[in-house]
């Protein structure tokens, strides 16, 4: 999720209210070309990143008590 491995340099992703920092929605960040050297291409981290928002559309269900809730589903066929 780290911009700097492509080489690249965030701002404007820390929003803080009351004293706590929270994390702005990485469609809120800034980008900019850093000064270091990329140790992946920015396609691979583009790709990671399609992978990991992909991957978080898939958990489970908010406040459920049990690890795997909402992961399964039931299907009933016609015989």
Do not use: D, Y
Request: charged content about 25%.
């Amino acid at each position: 999720m780290n911009p700097t491995h492509c080489g690249k340099v965030r701002t404007n992703f820390i929003l803080k209210r009351n004293g706590s920092s929270i994390e702005k929605p990485q469609s809120e960040w800034k980008l900019f070309p850093g000064q270091h050297k990329a140790i992946i291409s920015e396609a691979v981290w583009q790709k990671a990143q399609t992978v990991r928002r992909r991957k978080e559309q898939k958990s489970r269900a908010i406040g459920a008590p049990l690890l795997l809730s909402g992961l399964l589903t039931l299907r009933v066929g016609h015989g």
